[in-house]
């Protein structure tokens, strides 16, 4: 079974700085998938960013990078340059390409950014 | 424009009054996936289905259905809501064929706030 854990329950940071959400997840599988979810005040689940854990290169969407630690199982999110946008509930997610694609959940990082 | 729906968006309900919550995507995705977010517990899955009229259980099936009778629909069912049931409910899915490998990235809908008094 899989576990993702998310152990910064809240976090803020002033606009334009650059902070770092943190996770780390257990799994026996080779052949997994890593996610982060944005979910903002409207509560739409908004996909961040992805990494294949086959890839040694780190994903990068924009402002949002990953530091993706296989050996150490730590899957972190960087926000560069924040925005008052990117307040928000971050989650942290996994899933493994075996029949069922569950997602498994970490409960979230609530992120404020100050004006 | 691509999305997944959900219907309706806030409900307010007794225990024990029948009631089913619609989800349908217009993408042609074949997985299609119910979970619920309780505070502090994050998300989890309820059930899921492969294809058409391929459903099974996730993590925290008790007091739920399931039906998918058409590619796009995946209503989720509680015969007899109970308070335990007060969620927030999202609908997700994704391009998953069977037997390929690559695992495509799951879409939501945009929850339903479910109160069962």
């Known amino acids: 079974a899989q576990t993702v854990t998310q152990s910064q329950p809240e976090m803020s940071v002033q606009e334009a700085e650059t902070v770092t959400l943190s996770c780390t997840y257990d799994?026996?599988?080779?052949?997994?998938?890593l996610f982060w979810y944005k979910q903002p005040p409207s509560r739409q689940m908004i996909l961040v960013i992805r990494?294949?854990?086959?890839?040694?290169q780190n994903a990068t969407e924009n402002r949002f990078s990953v530091n993706f630690q296989k050996a150490a199982k730590s899957f972190s999110l960087k926000i560069s340059d924040s925005q008052l946008g990117d307040t928000a509930m971050y989650f942290c997610a996994s899933t493994y390409n075996f029949g069922n694609e569950k997602l498994t959940f970490g409960t979230g990082t609530r992120l404020t950014i100050i004006p | 424009e691509a999305q997944v729906t959900q219907n309706p968006r806030y409900l307010i309900t007794v225990t024990g009054k029948k009631l089913t919550v619609t989800c349908s995507q217009n993408?042609?995705?074949?997985?299609m996936s119910w979970y619920r977010q309780d505070p502090g517990l994050g998300l989890r899955q309820i059930y899921y289905s492969m294809n058409v009229e391929v459903t099974d259980k996730g993590d925290v099936p008790e007091g739920y259905k399931v039906s998918r009778k058409e590619k796009r629909n995946f209503p989720l069912i509680l015969e007899s809501p109970s308070p335990n049931q007060t969620s927030l409910y999202f609908c997700a899915s994704s391009l998953k064929v069977p037997g390929l490998a690559a695992t495509d990235t799951q879409y939501f809908g945009p929850g339903t706030r479910l109160t069962v008094l």
């Open positions: 990494q294949e854990a086959y890839k040694q």
């Open positions: 799994t026996s599988e080779n052949n997994y998938y």
């Open positions: 993408m042609n995705h074949e997985y």
